[in-house]
């Protein structure tokens, strides 16, 4: 069984920091494919970023690009995200994500999921 662990999530104010990290264990199909989600109030979840180590490839929603960043380390099975110039949009509990199943980077089969880390930023 996979479990995935979010820590990192807090308090901040708008235009400071915060990274978020994720742990995985157990059997994932995959080693190399993990993301973010994440869930504002009244909204659905969206995906905020993932990254394929294997063909070295990371995507960004429009709105976190040139302010987030992702990485996998793929000996730990940790994967983080690094949040820079937050805005109070960016207020959610975050998610991290793994593929069930995946072929070339593509999620494949439905999601594993952590159980959410909440980031406020204040204006």
């Not at 264990?25 to 973010?36: A, D, T």
């Not at 040139?66 to 110039?85: E, H, P």
Request: aromatic share 12%; proline share 2%.
């Amino acid at each position: 069984e996979v479990h995935l662990v979010e820590s990192g999530g807090g308090s901040v104010q708008a235009g400071g920091s915060l990274t978020l990290s994720c742990a995985a264990s157990g059997f994932l199909y995959s080693r190399q494919c993990m993301g973010w989600f994440r869930q504002r109030a009244g909204k659905e979840r969206e995906e905020v970023a993932n990254i394929y180590t294997g063909g070295r490839r990371e995507y960004f929603a429009d709105s976190v690009k040139g302010r987030f960043t992702i990485s996998l380390d793929n000996a730990k099975n940790v994967v983080y995200l690094q949040m820079n110039n937050l805005k109070p949009e960016d207020t959610a509990m975050y998610y991290c994500a793994a593929p069930r199943s995946s072929r070339g980077g593509t999620w494949l089969g439905g999601n594993y999921w952590g159980q959410g880390t909440q980031v406020t930023v204040s204006s």
